[in-house]
Structures are given as C-alpha cells and as structure tokens.
C-alpha cells in the first residue's frame, strides 16, 4: 500500500500544502470546514510526517548537534545526559560528535552539522578552550553561529559575541583552596592542566590570587602543569615527593590529575589524607568511588548540559539572552582532605 504523502492530503483536500502545514502545525488560521476537512482525511489514512516532512514543513529538524572533545572523560558525557534530557523534553534528539581535541575535526563536524540542518549547536572543548586560538578557527565558529544558533559550554574565545555557559572555574579553584588553608594547611602545591588551556590559566590564576589574598607563600617549583589525565597526576605527584621540601596539601585540576596523584603517593608508602591530603575538581562519577573518596569541586556538569539547552532553545526562538550564563560550583568534602596533622580546623566564620 501506498504511503500517504502530504502533498497526497493537500490533491484530496484540494488545497496547498502550506494550509495542511498550518492544520498541521496550528501555525495560523484555518477556515472551519477546511479545517474539518483536513482532520477527516489524516484521521482517514491516519496520517503522520515523517521526520523529513517534519523538517520541510516547519523549517526545523528537531535535531542538535553537541560536540566534545573526549568522551573518555567522564565529565563530558555527564553534560551530554544533562543537555539529553532538557532537550528530550521538547522533542529533540541529537547528533553528538567526539572530535578528540583535534581542531580539523572540529571544522569537519560543523560542516556536517550544516548539512544535516540541525536546529543548534552545543561546542565543547578544543579551540574554545585555547589561550590564543587562532583566528581562522575563531572567524569559523563566529561564521558558524551567525547561521546556526550556537552555545559554547565552560569556555569561549576573545573579541566576540559568542553566547556561553560556564561554571565559575574560578570561583571553585578558591573554595578548594580555602577548604585546605582552613584544615590548617598552610603548604600547598598545584598539579595538572596544559599551560594553554584556559581552564589551567584560570584556576592557576585562582590558586595564587587565593593564596595570597591569605598571606601565604607560593612556591613556583610546587607549581606543576602537564595534563589533565592520570598519568599526568602521577609523574606530577612523583616530582613533588622527590623535593627536599614538599606541600602538605595538592590542589589538582581536575579529578583524574587527583586520582593519578594519589596513586602515586601511595605507591610511594603514604597515606591520603593523614600525610598529605589532596582535592580534584569536576566531581566525576569515579570520584566517590575511588578509595579514599575525593574531595573535589562539583561543575554540576549535569544542570550545566541541562542549561546550555535552555539557553540555545531560547536562542531557537529568537528570545533575548545573557552572554555568559554562569553556574555556581560546589565544593564536595569527602576523605581525601583533613586537617593538618597537629592543627585544628580554622573556622571559615
């Protein structure tokens, strides 16, 4: 049997297909009997359009396209679920791509997204997160966006208009770094992060100003950017135990820096948090698994997945948003940090 078309129901009901769109979609007003008419006739072949006609009929694909740059780290698809069930809720679904850091892909998966016509776009990572990103990627995304509505999350790029999403990196680098000073920690260290990524350069920054806002010293040689991975936080937290002198408290950039870091103190003989205590950043799944349990600092990677689309479906409708939409961060006290041997916790009152 033949599928019914709409443009089979417009011949039938001998009008346009534009009017069988409107009823359709209750877009505009239908004159009565036209309308019955139409309703009797979907209601006669129980009529429904497909995706494609969905897509011509509306001028939309219900579709949004999210880019990540690693889907091995979990914080990535903790945002992915959060964008997923925002976006469920209004119909969309989504075609997410892994560029793996790599920039051409990156330009590779907007062009498809172009093709494919989705209704927006969520960037995360890669060139958005660069100290000085070039300017042909910059001009790219711009172009991009200035076509399809776009969101970038935890990052954005100089000298444009670019609407974002971010939790205040910042902001959580300085509740970790005070969670140690008031545990009596006065000797601290930073491990992990690439020196051109922002998000290092943010929260180095943090680190010192916090730091020195409490009258401590800091130590250039305790000061150890590298990566973001595990093994980063080992031959990082391996550097720092060689030292004559060494912290008794490691601020990391992000959680799995913190797991390698404590492996590695581990395997050398010491005990987490009694001889040094240590706090990551991100609060992945694994981080409350992990023995012992890691203090970190919560991005809340979820809501901010879930209010990036926000954002973009307002973007969708042509409503009026903030440039940069900010998220609180949390800080998660769990095993890994306690006060320092011989030293009372210092009230944060």
């Known amino acids: 049997m033949k599928q019914v078309t709409i443009y ?80 469920q809720q209004s119909g969309h679904t989504f075609l997410l791509s892994n560029s793996i850091g790599d920039y051409a892909k990156e330009s590779e998966y907007l062009s498809i997204m172009r093709e494919k016509r989705v209704d927006g776009v969520i960037f995360l990572g890669g060139r958005i997160n660069l100290k000085n990103c070039d300017e042909h990627l910059v001009q790219e995304l711009v172009q991009h966006a200035s076509i399809i509505p776009t969101v970038l999350v935890n990052g954005g790029l100089r000298n444009t208009n670019l609407i974002r999403v971010a939790t205040d990196e910042a902001v959580g680098t300085a509740l970790a770094v005070r969670h140690l000073i008031e545990l009596g920690h006065t000797e601290i260290g930073f491990i992990g992060g690439e020196s051109h990524m922002t998000t290092t350069s943010i929260k180095l920054r943090a680190f010192r100003k916090t730091m020195k806002d409490e009258g401590l010293r800091i130590r250039d040689n305790w000061l150890l950017p590298d990566s973001f991975s595990i093994d980063s936080g080992k031959r990082q937290m391996l550097k ?54 890691l203090t970190t600092v919560s991005q809340q990677a979820h809501e901010l997945g879930r209010m990036a689309v926000q954002v973009l479906k307002a973007i969708m409708k042509k409503e009026k948003v903030k440039q940069l939409t900010s998220l609180a961060p949390q800080l998660i006290v769990r095993q890994s940090t306690e006060a320092r041997s011989g030293q009372k916790k210092v009230s944060s009152n």
């Open 240 to 293: 720092l135990l060689e030292m004559e002198e060494r912290p008794t408290a490691v601020f990391c950039v992000n959680d799995y820096t913190a797991i390698g870091a404590i492996k590695a103190a581990t395997e050398a003989g010491l005990t987490i948090p009694t001889d040094i205590s240590i706090v990551g950043f991100d609060d992945i799944p694994l981080a409350h698994h992990f023995i012992p349990e």
């Open 8 to 87: 089979d129901i417009a011949k039938e009901a001998k009008v346009s297909v534009a009017t069988v769109s409107r009823v359709l979609n209750d877009t505009a007003p239908v004159k009565g009997s036209t309308r019955a008419k139409i309703e009797e006739l979907i209601q006669k072949y129980n009529f429904q359009p497909n995706a494609m006609a969905r897509s011509l009929l509306k001028k939309e694909t219900g579709i949004i396209g999210v880019i990540v740059p690693d889907l091995t780290n979990p914080f990535f698809p903790e945002v992915f679920a959060g964008a997923e069930e925002e976006g």
